[in-house]
């Protein structure tokens, strides 16, 4: 009864290759966030759908993009990984953007970057 | 810039014991606080939450209290189980139809049988 799926969980890259980052969620959630968590660090958000709507934070660097094709899936593109980009990446839904909406977490996807 | 500061990187408690994990914010603005536990290899999972109106809020072993004024909340977990054991996130947001979640850096629980 998986609800927020991350394929895959690890990821290997090089650095300078594109990598793109998969979440697939049950809830049938109109939002679904991304999260990047370094090493002993806070996660911090990149950025939101809400439904079509990207929003994107203000300090999250050009280098990383997101696409959500339909309400289940959302992607996270990282066009040319360095590597301070090595890190947790966390995906999350919530129903609505509400402060008392709760996000709903996968588990993760753990980026290498060589 | 950290808003939401969990001072503690770890804490060991024995079974049966209180455990207390505390959390300090910066931003007046916050007025909702959650709680979030994670185990290894999964993500984040909600726990409790506390609306700024309120200074307690309860749900079975887990309890989280509020201090407006000193700016700090806290989670007391009674009594402690072994499967308590994992990292536990604090996390903010500004109210009204802000999304955002500001997280702490985590405390990692231990609970020894």
């Known amino acids: 009864d998986a609800m927020v799926i991350q394929n895959p969980r690890y990821q290997v890259t090089q650095f300078g290759k594109p990598v793109t980052l998969s979440c697939s969620q049950t809830l049938n959630h109109n939002v679904m966030y991304w999260y990047q968590q370094k090493s002993s660090q806070a996660p911090k958000l990149l950025f939101h759908y809400y439904d079509k709507d990207f929003n994107n934070e203000a300090d999250t660097p050009d280098n990383f993009q997101s696409r959500r094709p339909n309400t289940s899936f959302c992607f996270l593109d990282i066009r040319s990984p360095g590597l301070g980009d090595a890190a947790m990446y966390l995906c999350a839904t919530s129903r609505a953007l509400t402060s008392t909406d709760t996000q709903y977490f996968g588990p993760g996807t753990r980026l290498t970057v060589l | ?113």
Not at chain 2, 4 to 17: F, M, T, Y
């Open chain 2, 1 to 113: 810039d950290q808003q939401v500061k969990q001072n503690s990187p770890s804490l060991s408690v024995q079974e049966g014991r209180i455990s207390i994990l505390n959390c300090d914010y910066t931003n007046s603005m916050f007025d909702y606080f959650l709680w979030y536990k994670k185990y290894p290899a999964e993500g984040p999972t909600f726990l409790i939450s506390i609306s700024s109106i309120k200074d307690k809020n309860e749900d079975g072993r887990f309890t989280v209290f509020l201090n407006k004024s000193a700016k700090h909340l806290s989670l007391h977990i009674v009594p402690s189980q072994p499967g308590d054991s994992a990292v536990y996130f604090c996390a903010a947001r500004s109210g009204g139809s802000n999304y955002k979640l500001t997280f702490g850096k985590g405390t990692l629980l231990t609970v020894n049988p």
